[in-house]
């Protein structure tokens, strides 16, 4: 089992290893003019690379540190102080 | 054997096996539930596209029970392959009445699908609102009790809705269920679009699916994964397809359910949010109203049917196996079950659109239909919401559960069933084979004319794969705070769980301390009528009503003063009455 969350070294190697996949696929798309006459921000080069990153963490901030400490309660929330928990 | 099958109903099929099921002894029902959904979908296959069978209902009506085209087809096969999986993989349950409403919750799905004219159409929708509550109640947690209540609370809303507007319907004398995009945007329009809404669990209203398939029974919960929420998208594509409003509304549940997911701990919760999110790409593409759209939202609704009951198969027979539904306490599954962590890649690839699985060849026809018709914020915010997809299916749910090293809190303490193994890879093998041959499998079944879509681009392929690279940095910097913990996240359902409880409680207790003041009162007032009448003279006397006295004959007797009283009132009333009229 791999453990990312304690091992830093292991964690950065695949955050690497990810960047670097990715721009060999921007590579190879663009060197096979997939390119080619782009109409749309996404199918520009790098557009994905820079919508994915920037939307990844939007959503994490969003959820981790916006929403969660807004909305999330503990697990007997809606049964504490309920005689009747049926509805 | 076949033969005997042509042009019979496949939903009345599924619910006759379910009666079937129910009654035999559970060795029968296994077999029962494992073989007899194939003589459906056999059922199916034979009924040829144009077929509308119907019967005459207290003569003014004619009854449209079995009406099959295109778009009604491709959703009554998938609803019949998946009630074949959904067999398999819940045959061993011991439970005759889950046996029983699985079954007739298929059978009326199907009967939603297949119903041409209103009055079919309501009978199975409330009877698939109804067997699917039975599938929550079957859950032995003390929670599921409420849950299911809530969840046919709001089903009967949605049903009574629908019902509105069919009444309505009836009365200017529109029978067949058609697209009413057409005009007129009267209250039954509004009325049956706002049902069809709470059923496809648009945002904020689609808190009843997050609570209640979470509650529901681990096989219970694979069915439901499937069923109602795609009935709905088929009512959407049929009746409202075109419905510009619609794009807001899919949009909104994409990111909504998206982002929500990536905060829950509890695996069938946190699927039921990605059904939110990948229902919106289809409601999406019922608004946005093209034929590639439409035929985008069709095939993402087959696909997804694939896709998400073999995510649930998968959480659910984890949790079978070791009792636990929590991701924080879970680790190391891979290791443990590895036929379990293929399948699970198979589903999470396919739900993130990864090349060469079915989510890949369905997901990207909306969002490219988005772009054609020049809507580039909506293509835009429904890639986003596949980057969060990406995020919590394929990064935290399969990290956490199955990569992470095991935390020992989830001992084996049964082993996964093998019609549940073989369900699973059933689920796998379809969505590879549809993800591999899209051409053959799906687009040239779907109903709204050539599909347009060319999944196999370079820009296509390289995309996606992009943004599966790409996504996984933020995860892996963020990871030490992306593991959940311990909490429940609060939804649009705790309006109707908190203030609308209090709201409903107060007006009870007001109502019965009303009732029960007014009952006293009234109690009070009888039994003193009845004491003065039982005894006018005791009244007379003055003596205290409430005084109970034992039996006496003098209590009964009165004074001769009374007697000379009342002989001389009398008298003098008739002299001056005599008097008077000489």
């Known amino acids: ?87 | 054997m076949i033969l005997m099958f042509e042009n019979f109903h496949p939903g009345i099929i599924f619910i006759l096996v379910g009666f079937l099921a129910a009654l035999c002894a559970p060795k029968e029902r296994r077999m029962i539930l494992a073989c007899c959904p194939v003589l459906a979908l056999l059922g199916m296959l034979r009924i040829a596209p144009g077929t509308d069978l119907q019967f005459k209902f207290l003569e003014d009506f004619t009854i449209h029970y079995l009406y099959v085209d295109s778009l009604s087809w491709i959703f009554a096969v998938i609803f019949c392959v998946f009630g074949l999986i959904g067999g398999i993989y819940s045959c061993h349950n011991k439970s005759p009445l889950e046996a029983l409403c699985s079954m007739a919750y298929v059978g009326s799905s199907i009967g939603v699908v297949l119903a041409h004219d209103w009055i079919t159409f309501l009978f199975f929708w409330e009877l698939e609102a109804v067997t699917s509550t039975f599938l929550i109640w079957n859950d032995p947690r003390p929670t599921s009790r409420g849950a299911g209540i809530r969840y046919l609370l709001v089903h009967t809303l949605s049903g009574n809705l629908v019902l509105f507007g069919v009444i309505m319907k009836l009365v200017q004398g529109d029978i067949l269920v058609h697209n009413l995009m057409a005009g007129p945007y009267d209250a039954a329009f509004w009325s049956i679009l706002a049902g069809v809404c709470i059923n496809v669990a648009a945002v904020p209203m689609h808190g009843w699916l997050v609570d209640g398939y979470s509650s529901a029974t681990l096989t219970g919960s694979v069915f439901m994964s499937s069923y109602t929420t795609k009935v709905a998208v088929y009512s959407l594509l049929r009746i409202f397809g075109g419905a510009e409003l619609l794009i807001g509304v899919g949009v909104l549940m994409a990111l909504y359910g998206a982002t929500f997911a990536v905060m829950e701990n509890d695996m069938i919760k946190l699927l039921s949010y990605h059904i939110v999110s990948q229902v919106g790409y289809m409601v999406a593409g019922a608004g946005i109203g093209t034929s590639m759209s439409m035929n985008g939202a069709t095939s993402h609704a087959v696909c997804d049917i694939l896709f998400k009951s073999l995510l649930f198969m998968c959480c659910n027979a984890i949790t079978y196996a070791t009792g636990i539904r929590k991701i924080n306490q879970l680790g190391g599954m891979a290791k443990r079950y590895p036929l379990v962590f293929i399948c699970f890649v198979v589903g999470a690839f396919s739900i993130a659109g990864v090349p060469f699985f079915n989510g890949f060849v369905s997901k990207m026809v909306t969002i490219e239909a988005a772009e054609e018709a020049h809507m580039g914020i909506v293509a835009l915010l429904l890639e986003l919401a596949s980057v969060g997809t990406f995020l919590s299916i394929c990064f935290k749910m399969m990290y956490f559960i199955f990569l992470a090293p095991d935390k020992g809190m989830a001992p084996e303490q049964r082993a996964i069933e093998s019609n549940m193994k073989i369900a699973m890879v059933m689920g796998a093998v379809l969505c590879t084979v549809i993800g591999c041959f899209p051409e053959f499998s799906l687009y040239q079944f779907l109903p709204f004319g050539p599909v347009g879509y060319v999944p196999y681009t370079v820009m296509h392929f390289s995309n996606q794969l992009i943004m599966g690279f790409v996504a996984v940095i933020p995860f892996l910097m963020f990871l030490p705070r992306m593991e959940p913990h311990t909490a429940i996240s609060l939804d649009t359902d705790w309006f109707y769980r908190r203030p609308f409880k209090a709201c409903v409680l107060g007006i009870a207790y007001l109502c019965f301390g009303l009732c029960r003041s007014l009952g006293h009162a009234w109690g009070v007032g009888v039994r003193q009528i009845m004491v003065v009448t039982d005894n006018p003279m005791q009244f007379l006397d003055a003596k205290p009503f409430h005084e109970k006295k034992r039996y006496s004959p003098d209590n009964y007797r009165t004074s001769i003063a009374d007697t000379i009283m009342i002989i001389l009132t009398v008298l003098f009333i008739c002299i001056f009455y005599f008097r008077t009229s000489l």
Do not use: N
């Not at chain 1, 290893?17 to 921007?26: K, N, P, R, S």
């Open chain 1, 1 to 87: 089992m791999i453990d990312l969350v304690g091992d830093r070294a292991k964690r950065f190697k695949v955050i690497f290893l990810a960047a670097a996949l990715a721009l060999v696929v921007c590579a190879v798309t663009f060197a096979m003019g997939g390119y080619r006459e782009p109409e749309f921000f996404l199918q520009k080069p790098g557009g994905m690379v820079v919508f994915a990153f920037v939307g990844c963490w939007i959503l994490i901030i969003l959820a981790k540190l916006v929403l969660t400490p807004l909305l999330q309660r503990d697990e007997d929330y809606y049964e504490k102080g309920c005689d009747d928990s049926d509805v």
